[in-house]
């Protein structure tokens, strides 16, 4: 069982930056790590996601704006998230898929206890 622990939540006016980090371990394998949030009556989305062998993909609503990276050495995935808006306002979680091949990521099916992001107008 992967373990994840995210971290770098907080409150930030709009157009500010913070940057989140997930830390995982206890697992082998290759994986593929993501970020995904959910805002208050809303539904769970994808926000950004990486794979083992490098491959990112985006939300169109973050894109230019939010960075997902990985430390392989730290086990860790980050994501900069840069002109903060207020409708990213959300509870964030980083999760695990297994990965396949060097572009497919399977069903996110690890989750880790999110972080809270706030950013005020």
């Known amino acids: 069982q992967v373990r994840l622990v995210e971290s770098g939540g907080g409150s930030v006016q709009a157009g500010g930056s913070l940057r989140l980090s997930c830390a995982a371990s206890g697992y082998t394998g290759i994986l593929c790590m993501g970020w995904f949030r959910q805002a208050p009556g809303k539904e769970r989305e994808r926000v950004a996601d990486?794979?083992?062998?490098?491959?990112?993909n985006y939300a169109d609503s973050v894109k230019g704006r939010f960075t997902i990276s990985k430390d392989a050495a730290k086990n860790t995935v980050y994501l900069q998230m840069n002109s903060l808006k207020p409708e990213d306002t959300a509870m964030y979680f980083c999760a695990t898929a297994e990965a396949f091949g060097s572009l497919l990521c399977g069903a996110y099916d690890n989750w880790g206890q999110g972080t809270q992001v706030t950013v005020s107008s």
């Open positions: 990486i794979h083992s062998r490098g491959r990112t």
